[in-house]
């Protein structure tokens, strides 16, 4: 290998982690990796998530969000009671509290799009919007992951749990 493709492969695999990690911010809010599972055909509901920081030193509030994919989207809270798995959705959206950190993830808070109008299929991107209380709209893509996966495209030395 020349010594020119040798510079060409490194460069391409230490910006391999940086494409595949996206963020966006709206207003004091930063937004890591939206991301969705890809959907079995003929679903009619999918599963978006990502990580919500807010930097600011008020409160803000997730309120809603679109999908180009969906009908609609519905921000959900999922709970176990006595080995019962309930999910509804949060009619006053997702508190963002100052300096902190909000994961939306499989078993907990998470974006639902209700009304799938396509089938999710991985590599995919979908484009949608969050809309917050005070920094209002911002649009985001969606990375769709394989059926069974997390967000596996996050390497290790890429992850945003000590993002301030």
Same mark, same amino acid.
């Given at each position: 290998?020349?010594?020119? /493709?040798?510079?060409?492969? +490194?460069?391409?695999?230490?910006?391999? @982690?940086?494409?595949? +990690?996206?963020?966006?911010?709206?207003?004091?809010? $930063?937004?890591? #990796?939206?991301?969705?599972?890809?959907? @079995?055909?003929?679903?009619?509901? /999918?599963?978006?998530?990502?990580?919500?920081?807010?930097?600011?030193?008020? &409160?803000?509030?997730?309120?809603?969000?679109?999908?180009?994919?969906?009908?609609?989207? $519905?921000?959900?809270?999922?709970?176990?009671? %006595?080995?019962?798995?309930?999910?509804?959705?949060?009619? %006053?959206?997702?508190?963002?509290? &100052?300096?902190?950190?909000?994961?939306?993830?499989?078993?907990?808070? #998470?974006?639902?799009?209700?009304?799938?109008?396509?089938?999710?299929?991985?590599?995919?991107?979908?484009?949608?919007?969050?809309?917050?209380?005070?920094?209002?709209?911002?649009?985001? $893509?969606?990375?769709?992951?394989?059926?069974?996966?997390? &967000?596996?495209?996050?390497?290790?030395?890429?992850?945003?749990?000590?993002? #301030?």
């Amino acid at each position: 290998m020349s010594l020119k /493709a040798a510079l060409v492969a +490194a460069a391409m695999t230490l910006a391999a @982690p940086a494409a595949l +990690a996206h963020e966006y911010k709206a207003g004091a809010i $930063e937004i890591g #990796h939206p991301w969705a599972r890809a959907t @079995p055909r003929g679903a009619s509901v /999918a599963a978006g998530y990502l990580k919500l920081t807010n930097t600011g030193s008020t &409160p803000d509030r997730l309120v809603g969000g679109t999908s180009e994919a969906a009908g609609r989207v $519905e921000i959900h809270d999922m709970t176990m009671t %006595d080995g019962v798995m309930q999910m509804r959705p949060l009619k %006053d959206g997702l508190e963002l509290k &100052p300096g902190r950190t909000v994961e939306l993830k499989s078993g907990s808070f #998470h974006l639902m799009m209700v009304g799938l109008k396509q089938q999710l299929q991985q590599g995919q991107r979908i484009k949608g919007t969050l809309i917050f209380e005070k920094a209002g709209p911002v649009d985001i $893509e969606y990375q769709v992951e394989g059926i069974g996966g997390a &967000p596996g495209a996050l390497p290790a030395n890429n992850q945003m749990h000590n993002m #301030h």
